[in-house]
């Protein structure tokens, strides 16, 4: 079943990659292939490998588990709020408020995962930004620890 | 000492004891590359000189924000940092050239402030060191003879620079750069090694690149270098195009900006520094260690040249085919 | 002879007081790295470059710093592959394949050892291939035209998907979605911009980095999460900690054979430690035939990659000296390196640079016997580091992946990206399909796409020019050979079963 739906998701990728790569044309161009026809082939072959988990579902073994949807929504939630906070919010206190439900979705308690947080978030800052000189965004804390 | 030194050295000072976060404290550069690439060179080379002229307290702080030859870190500047004084931001002549063909998104040349330049590269015409073709007459005449027996080699796609560079070379033969033979390489070291290889038979490239290949034992010949006077250093002998009669210019310029936002009087300041810090010696060093020919000019000087040549290429564009970005 | 002397004037340099530091202290960083999901050897030479150069090391203690991160990443890589299944960098893709099999039937510490050891031979033939082929190899490798690379890239995919034998399909499906993903962004021929949507953060295409880190480490913690409650993650290493003889010698050829194979990829400029250990892997899976258990912790299925992608690393150190053309990404970044000193690497470097090329050779040999010492009696030290809670190691892989992606692209749009394309491995991993296939048909699209369309350029269009020289008749006969054989064979195995029963 799930199979099925991968194969249509392929189809409908193909379809899509199809539609947009048909405008692609060069204003000037100096080659027999241009760059059209590469992603038109690719479209083609996801549509066929499509189709094909479409016509011919694999046994069914995997599929999402659904007693663990809720962590797994909670992680996931995390991880873009993380990605989206990362600059705002600046490196420490992000990973701080990224650890805290990653953290207890892997079993920590909330002090166990809080007191990670902080710990790697600000260990992390200072062996990056200050030891090896990646510059990373300080955000709301930029008045304590400089940068921005 | 004179007066503005004084008062601005008492003014970094004041800025140092009371951690007033003055366009000069806790500097950043924005190499809109990765880590290693042209922009970082530039970054590096501010960031070196910067120091060691004690322009700035601590070290400039480099970040990496690759995309589209700067696009990328244009936007980011422009929509969500406009205001950030102490950051400054790599450009070049490459971003300039994507800026005219509406490769930066919704923004144009106006919506940044320019504000230094430190150093140029300059188009040079590049052939085989044994090939028949001994000046920019001998190719011009040559791609007339017959179009299709001189293909054009490049490190980078068309509308790029060097597609640009032999486009103006065609066209100065009298032929619609859409006729020319053009391959596209992965960067200049490929096309070199094509050229090398006869494979192409002119590499529309740049002079630093040439001279360090040329060191490399690369066997090649510079026919012609786009500048409007002849280079320092080992192409010093080389003839500039407008001097075998061919008005082609193509400067490279390598420089920076800061956001909209920023101050009058914070943009003042960095314009200043570059300036007094393009004037030491330390610096030209370094800029000469970086395959950089001198071009210096800063604030609103800087502005209007950078604004007139985005200008130029956008009519170059038109003229070509291409597509561009309409001047708001 | 000239070699020789060549060789004893870089052993000079490299041993050094300062430059032995500095190599030990690359292979231990490089190590970790490479042990840790989500960051390899790009990731480990691009930040420490910058490092090298502010601490004002000369070029060729800075370029000793980065080789020996970068062959200790490819060391380092297999740790957590075969503790965690997780490969710790893209190289160590195939060593999980088999080293956690051994890892969960208590054999951890002999994979451990065994793969340190293959790493060694590896790195070291490599290494002695370097110094006796540069200028020869180098040639060679000049002789693949677009055509052939062309070939040579379907020829790689062709393995990959032969090699995941249950799975085909998916297997074929992973590939060209990485395909795909690589077409995204500015067309290098034609300038156009292709999948972007309009949006500039894309005009570069979708970072190498965001997508491994997407797809390995962010997914990773998903599916973490839901085997965490059935236990299963970091394995402890209990029983034996080092290889036997017996396994030494059974061993013996496939590792010799892989590490040839992989200099030799290595050596290719573009082709890395990624194609060289998916094709050693498969080629000793195949030579081993029915015999073989791969796939469930077969040790030979842990020797080859990880003998074939420190050889490769190490193999591509020779384009980049010999041609200035950099045989990996990691390289690509030493190069960068190199221009901050002002030293182009090309034709003439061995010549005018002779310190700085044997140097790096000679410590080369240094750094690796540093590597095996630290690899295989101190191995506990660095699982320590893997022997966090699960509640804390999830957080911090999240946030080095995080800051990985945010070091090379400072930008929001990235790390969303990242969570994205996590999301989508997460969903095809859920739903069986390999990972390995996507990287590698992300790694390989552009040079394949583009050597595909130069090829034709050369002839206008005819498509004859790929089947024209006899390395590129080789290479698709290998090719089609890697396709239709397995699934022959596992018809005949079937066959024959039916048969016994009847």
Redesign the interface.
């Known amino acids: 079943m799930s199979d099925r739906i991968l194969g249509a998701a392929c189809l409908v990728a193909g379809a899509g990659m199809a539609w947009a790569a048909q405008d692609y044309a060069a204003p000037i161009s100096y080659e027999p292939v241009g760059p059209r026809a590469f992603p038109l082939l690719l479209a083609g072959l996801m549509a066929l490998a499509g189709s094909w988990l479409v016509a011919r579902p694999g046994p069914q073994g995997f599929g999402l588990a659904r007693e663990h949807f809720k962590t797994i929504g909670l992680a996931a939630a995390a991880v873009f709020a993380y990605a989206a906070l990362f600059e705002t919010f600046g490196f420490p206190l992000a990973t701080t408020v990224m650890a805290l439900p990653v953290g207890m979705a892997f079993g920590g308690s909330w002090k166990q995962s809080l007191a990670g947080g902080v710990v790697m978030g600000f260990a992390f800052y200072l062996m990056f930004d200050k030891l090896l000189d990646v510059v990373l965004p300080t955000g709301l804390l930029s008045f304590v620890l400089g940068g921005r | 000492m004179n007066r503005k030194a004084a008062l601005m050295t008492l003014v970094l000072a004041c800025a140092a004891a009371t951690a007033v976060a003055g366009p000069l404290d ?1 500097t ?1 550069c ?1 190499a809109p590359a ?4 042209g922009f ?2 530039t970054c ?1 080379l501010a960031q070196s000189s910067l120091m060691q002229g004690k322009f700035v307290a601590d ?1 400039m ?8 030859i700067g ?2 870190a ?3 500047i422009v929509a969500q ?1 406009p205001a ?1 004084a102490n ?1 400054i931001v790599a450009f070049s002549g490459g971003s300039l050239l994507n800026l005219a063909q509406g ?3 919704r923004y144009n040349e106006n919506d940044v402030h320019w504000l230094a330049a430190v150093g140029s590269d300059f188009g040079a015409i590049i052939v085989a060191e044994g090939s028949p073709l001994k000046s920019m007459k001998d190719l011009v005449a040559a791609v007339k003879a017959d179009p299709t027996k001189v293909v054009f080699g490049a490190g ?5 620079q060097d ?1 640009m560079k032999a486009a103006l070379t065609a066209r100065s033969a009298g032929l619609n ?2 006729s020319m ?4 390489f ?1 960067g200049g ?2 096309a070199i ?1 094509a050229l090398q290889g006869g494979h192409v038979q002119v590499y529309s490239g740049d002079a630093s690149e040439a001279e ?2 040329m ?4 066997k090649i010949r510079v026919l012609a270098v786009m500048s409007d006077k002849r280079l320092e250093g080992s192409l010093a002998g080389v003839p500039t195009a407008k001097e075998q009669g061919f008005d082609i210019e193509w400067p490279i310029i390598r420089g920076f900006y800061v956001g909209p936002k920023v101050s009058d009087a914070d943009y003042k300041v960095w314009a200043d520094t570059f300036s007094k810090m393009m004037a030491t010696p330390e610096f030209n060093k370094l800029r000469v ?3 950089l020919f001198p071009f210096a000019k800063t604030g609103p000087e800087l502005d209007a040249y950078v604004k007139a040549r985005v200008a130029y290429y956008r009519t170059l564009a038109k003229d ?4 561009v970005a309409v001047a708001k | 002879m000239d070699t020789l002397q060549f060789l004893l004037g870089g052993f000079a340099v490299a041993l050094t007081p300062q430059n032995l530091m500095v190599a030990a202290t690359g292979a231990f960083i490089g190590t970790i790295v490479g042990m840790l999901p989500g960051l390899g050897p790009i990731n480990g030479v691009a930040i420490l470059m910058p490092l090298a150069f502010a601490l004002k090391l000369p070029p060729e203690t800075a370029l000793i710093l980065l080789a020996a991160v970068y062959m200790g990443c490819e060391y380092g890589g297999r740790i957590s592959s075969i503790l965690l299944n997780v490969p710790g960098d893209a190289g160590a893709i195939m060593t999980a394949l088999d080293g956690h099999p051994m890892a969960k039937n208590g054999l951890a510490g002999v994979a451990l050892s065994i793969s340190a050891w293959s790493s060694f031979i590896g790195a070291l033939i490599a290494t002695v291939g370097i110094v006796l082929f540069a200028p020869l190899l180098a040639r060679w490798a000049l002789a693949f035209g677009p055509a052939e690379y062309f070939a040579l890239m379907c020829f790689a995919f062709a393995c990959i998907t032969g090699l995941m034998g249950d799975a085909p399909v998916k297997a074929a499906l992973a590939a060209v979605i990485g395909l795909s993903l690589s077409t995204v962004g500015l067309d290098s021929n034609s300038g156009v911009y292709r999948f972007t949507g309009g949006d500039v953060h894309l005009s570069d295409g979708i970072q190498f980095i965001v997508v491994v880190i997407g797809v390995f480490s962010v997914s990773e913690i998903l599916l973490m999460l839901e085997q965490h409650r059935s236990s299963a993650g970091l394995i402890h290493i209990s029983g034996r900690k080092l290889f036997n003889l017996k396994e030494m010698a059974f061993t013996w050829w496939c590792t010799l054979r892989s590490s040839v194979v992989g200099f030799v990829v290595g050596v290719l400029p573009g082709a890395g430690a990624t194609i060289a250990s998916a094709m050693t892997y498969s080629m000793e899976k195949r030579l081993a035939g029915p015999d073989g258990h791969f796939g469930d912790g077969d040790i030979r299925g842990v020797a080859a990659p990880e003998a074939a992608n420190n050889a490769s690393a190490a193999g591509s150190f020779v384009p980049m000296l010999t041609l200035g053309v950099p045989g990996s990404g990691t390289t690509a970044v030493m190069v960068g390196a190199l221009s901050l000193y002002n030293i182009t690497p090309g034709p003439a470097l061995f010549t005018q640079n002779p310190t700085l090329v044997w140097g790096l050779i000679a410590s080369l040999f240094i750094a690796n016997v540093m590597l095996l010492v630290i690899n295989i009696p101190m191995v506990g030290v660095f699982t320590k580091v893997l022997r966090l809670p699960n509640w804390a190691l999830a957080p911090g892989i999240l946030a080095v992946s995080a800051v990985g992606v945010f070091s090379v692209h400072a930008t929001t749009f990235d790390l969303m990206l990242m969570s994205g394309l996590g999301m989508v491995g997460y969903l095809l991993r859920k739903q069986g399909m390999p990972m390995a296939p996507l990287i590698l048909g992300f790694v390989l699209g552009d040079l394949m796409e583009q050597n595909l369309r130069r090829a034709l350029s050369i002839t206008n269009g005819e498509l004859g020019i790929l089947v024209e020289s006899p390395i590129s008749i080789g290479l698709w006969i290998g090719a089609v050979a890697m396709v239709v054989v397995p699934p022959l064979m596992r018809l005949r195995a079937h066959r024959m079963q039916a048969a016994d029963a009847a």
Do not use: H
């Not at chain 2, 980078?156 to 790029?160: D, E, I, K, L, M």
């Not at chain 2, 060191?215 to 690369?218: Q, S, T």
């Open positions: 806790k950043e924005i990765k880590p290693g690439g970082d060179l590096k070290p702080r480099i970040t990496y924000m690759p995309g589209g696009a990328v244009y936007n980011a940092r950030e950051t490769k930066f998104g980078g796609t068309v509308g790029s597609w750069p859409k033979r053009f391959v596209a992965e070291g490929e090694t360090q290949q060191k490399a034992g690369a260690e970086r395959g070509f085919g291409l597509n």
